[in-house]
T-cell receptor, first 113, second 114 residues
Framework: GNSVTQMEGPVTLSEEAFLTINCTYTATGYPSLFWYVQYPGEGLQLLLKATKADDKGSNKGFEATYRKETTSFHLEKGSVQVSDSAVYFCALSDMNRDDKIIFGKGTRLHILP | DTAVSQTPKYLVTQMGNDKSIKCEQNLGHDTMYWYKQDSKKFLKIMFSYNNKELIINETVPNRFSPKSPDKAHLNLHINSLELGDSAVYFC?????????????FGDGTRLSIL
């Protein structure tokens, strides 16, 4: 079956550090890939998405590239801010399956000023 | 304007009680969902409705009964609440069921069972 594996947290970085949160997936079809962010006390918000191989999603300085050869969708940001502290979820949706989104277990990011 | 709104935000009740959580979306979306998030932030889908019809029903106890009176609303009724039901429940919606469509989440209902 389909699955998403993302690095366990928490991840603690200093402000302006470079961020990478790893995400790999298993899918039998042609999934769309997403990163969602959850700030404290709120629901998940879409951060970025990519719907086919080699697509790059980007938003708010975050980027992720859909790599079919390595089945990965790693999230990166060049210079993090305290306001980026949140839980980040990698997710996939496979149009050849039952169309439900499968979420990773989430990675808590904590940025120190 | 709140896109996906759910009420109540907090729900504290005793074991054995029956409670409901309501969800409304004003995005004009066709598809709505209920998720359960546990204390470790693990997110699990419970139900999905498309145009008022149930399309996803994961392995959820039949004490949980969703109801969609129209496309904009998806409510969740829970009978005979148990300690293990304590969690944050999220409602979400998407334009349709296509895999490329992102989901829009409400702010959650934190359910605590005493």
């Amino acid at each position: 079956g389909n699955s998403v594996t993302q690095m366990e947290g928490p991840v603690t970085l200093s402000e302006e550090a470079f961020l990478t949160i790893n995400c790999t997936y298993t899918a039998t079809g042609y999934p769309s890939l997403f990163w969602y962010v959850q700030y404290p006390g709120e629901g998940l918000q879409l951060l970025l998405k990519a719907t086919k191989a080699d697509d790059k999603g980007s938003n708010k300085g975050f980027e992720a590239t859909y790599r079919k050869e390595t089945t990965s969708f790693h999230l990166e940001k060049g210079s993090v801010q305290v306001s980026d502290s949140a839980v980040y979820f990698c997710a996939l949706s496979d149009m050849n399956r039952d169309d439900k989104i499968i979420f990773g277990k989430g990675t808590r990011l904590h940025i120190l000023p | 304007d709140t896109a996906v709104s759910q009420t109540p935000k907090y729900l504290v009740t005793q074991m054995g009680n029956d409670k409901s959580i309501k969800c409304e979306q004003n995005l004009g979306h066709d598809t709505m969902y209920w998720y359960k998030q546990d204390s470790k932030k693990f997110l699990k889908i419970m139900f999905s409705y498309n145009n008022k019809e149930l399309i996803i029903n994961e392995t959820v106890p039949n004490r949980f009964s969703p109801k969609s009176p129209d496309k904009a609303h998806l409510n969740l009724h829970i009978n005979s609440l148990e300690l293990g039901d304590s969690a944050v429940y999220f409602c979400a919606s998407s334009q349709d069921t296509r895999a490329t469509q992102p989901q829009h989440f409400g702010d959650g209902t934190r359910l605590s069972i005493l």
